[in-house]
T-cell receptor
């Protein structure tokens, strides 16, 4: 019972913004949206998370729709090193971090 | 600061053997998680510790898999009578607690021949 839906792959030009979508239509009021990414041969790396409001940190911005049924992770100026698999996760409890297949983002020169 | 450390980084064993995989969490992190990742798939949850106790072991595939965290810090994942299907990357993560992000190690790649 997948909680999130992501496109399997996306391309982005180097230097442009990468916008990665995620659908979570069954999200409940107290569930957070988390984003991780995984570069080949490394463990998943935490990017950002949010509940209702948009969030921004040094890595990315997270835009959550008003109804909370979808969100977008934005990498403002993608570089070749941003090529990775990006996972969108809806988390309810401490032990509820479940990964799907993610989106494979390829940043092209 | 030091991140989550997993040893060994690679382990090759023969079918039927016993293996132990070690995880050193970030200092002060009370929660510890084990995941397993097969090629081309996302990480799959195995077990979660809060302190010394296993709060959720619903992801362990069968009774050949067992994990301990005796002093609430270092954890060991133990696999008995290994099978070729156990070959995967085993990931460990730790967090400060509820609603805190998980921080992952780089995993142990287990190959069962």
């Amino acid at each position: 019972d997948a909680k999130t839906t992501q496109p399997p792959s996306m391309d982005c030009a180097e230097g442009r913004a990468a916008n990665l979508p995620c659908n979570h239509s069954t999200i409940s009021g107290n569930e957070y949206v988390y984003w991780y990414r995984q570069i080949h041969s490394q463990g998943p790396q935490y990017i950002i998370h949010g509940l209702k409001n948009n969030e921004t940190n040094e890595m990315a911005s997270l835009i959550i729709t008003e109804d909370r049924k979808s969100s977008t992770l934005i990498l403002p100026h993608a570089t070749l090193r941003d090529t990775a698999v990006y996972y969108c996760i809806v988390r309810h409890t401490q032990n509820d971090m479940r990964f799907g297949a993610g989106t494979r983002l390829t940043v092209k020169p | 600061g030091a991140g989550v450390s997993q040893t060994p980084s690679n382990k090759v064993t023969e079918k039927g053997k016993y293996v132990e995989l070690r995880c050193d969490p970030i200092s002060g992190h009370t929660a510890l998680y084990w995941y397993r990742q097969s090629l081309g798939q996302g990480p799959e949850f195995l077990i979660y510790f809060q302190g010394t106790g296993a709060a959720d072991d619903s992801g362990l595939p069968n009774d050949r898999f067992f994990a301990v965290r005796p002093e609430g810090s270092v954890s060991t994942l133990k696999i008995q009578r290994t099978e070729r299907g156990d070959s995967a990357v085993y990931l460990c993560a730790s967090s400060l607690g509820a609603a805190s992000p998980l921080h992952f190690g780089n995993g142990t790649r287990l190959t069962v021949t």
